[in-house]
């Protein structure tokens, strides 16, 4: 059960830098050598990361003594792993540094990785996210036995929590990757942020990054994807929406223009968007005659299921629907593939949050209004 959006695992091969600067020369080789104690039978692979993927490209040699020296050659800055005897991973970011790994097979944490200040950082980030899994384990202990006992008020709770540390762990990120003065291995924590509510962050380190690395691929990739996510950032105008309600008249987003507009993408079906809707009945009945406002669009399937809904979670403002589920035409507008999904639009039609829901939402009126 999904209790938050990245109550997940999470990526953490990319990402984009805090710091920019002069590009950096690239003498195209880094030497990988080493010292292996106790060592099984078994081989030592190196593996680059593809994107998404590992891909093997060589086998290193080990003498009688446990001792290798290989040479790499590269392109330009990249994640690699070398996978020892299938008993122990090192994790590596290389670009201009030499680097030695040692290890005694008889000592699981006797693991050592020196020479390379990029692979010391990403040492960082994988600490950073193995604990934040550790944080969302054991709140998803929580909510199993919540929902076990069906204690709506602690589910509610705990959504809340996941929320709040889900907004921790962002800035400690961000924090981290301004602590990395430039190092490309903050390409690793890339997972591990929203675009989605942190676009200024993103697009402004891009620019350095991109400044500092010019021509990585990675980068590139990263940069293509903030480009598709620009026209739906903070400050940029909200797209119209333009769909029927359960009576079959056409409304527009732009006509509630003048008020502040919580875009809210839901469906009857979806579990975390029911559970959300009395907080915003309650918001919406403490700020309407402040000049708040409610446009909710559905991604349900059926009319029935959607007026239903309506009905029972006591909705009255303003519903629209093409019951078209994800293929929703607003629903490709905004970018949406996971719901509950809001968009925050000021009184002159122009994006100010999103994903408010919560506390979160319930700060941001306050903020608004009072």
Not at 131 to 141: F, G, K, R, T
Not at 259 to 276: G, M, N, Q, S, T
Not at 301 to 317: M, N, Q, S, Y
Request: net charge negative; glycine share 6%.
């Amino acid at each position: 059960m999904k209790i938050s959006r990245n109550i997940i695992v999470v990526a953490l091969f990319m990402a984009i830098i805090a710091c920019g600067g002069e590009a950096q020369e690239f003498d195209g080789t880094v030497k990988i050598t080493g010292e292996l104690k106790n060592q099984p039978e078994g081989m030592v692979l190196l593996s680059e990361y593809m994107d998404d993927r590992t891909e093997i490209i060589d086998t290193l040699g080990i003498n009688n003594k446990g001792e290798f020296d290989y040479e790499l050659s590269l392109e330009g800055p990249g994640f690699y792993e070398l996978n020892l005897h299938d008993e122990k991973i090192a994790r590596l970011a290389l670009y201009h540094e030499d680097i030695t790994i040692n290890y005694d097979f008889e000592d699981e944490e006797s693991l050592s990785i020196t020479g390379s200040k990029d692979t010391e950082q990403i040492i960082k980030v994988d600490e950073l996210a193995e604990v934040y899994q550790e944080e969302i384990n054991e709140l998803n202990s929580e909510y199993y036995e919540a929902m076990s006992a069906k204690d709506q008020d602690a589910i509610k709770e705990i959504q809340e929590k996941a929320m709040e540390m889900e907004t921790k762990h962002t800035e400690r990120v961000k924090s981290m990757i301004r602590d990395m003065e430039g190092s490309f291995s903050s390409l690793a924590a890339v997972g591990m942020i929203d675009p989605r509510s942190d676009f200024q962050f993103l697009d402004s380190l891009m620019t350095g990054l991109d400044q500092k690395y010019p021509n990585t691929k990675a980068i590139v990739s990263l940069k293509q994807q903030l480009d598709e996510l620009r026209t739906l950032s903070v400050g940029q105008p909200a797209p119209e929406i333009a769909l029927p309600n359960p009576e079959g008249e056409v409304l527009k987003l732009s006509d509630l223009r003048g008020k502040y507009v919580l875009i809210d993408f839901w469906a009857a079906w979806c579990k975390p968007c029911r559970l959300e809707n009395p907080n915003v009945v309650r918001l919406y009945n403490e700020y309407k005659d402040k000049g708040f406002e409610v446009f909710g669009v559905s991604l349900d399937r059926t009319k029935e299921a959607w007026v239903d809904a309506i009905e029972e979670d006591g909705l009255e403002w303003t519903q629209v629907s093409d019951l078209q589920y994800f293929n929703s035409e607003a629903a490709a507008t905004y970018q949406i593939n996971a719901i509950p999904a809001t968009y925050m639009v000021d009184p002159e039609g122009k994006i100010i949050a999103k994903d408010l829901r919560g506390i979160s939402l319930e700060n941001k009126l306050k903020e608004l209004f009072n």
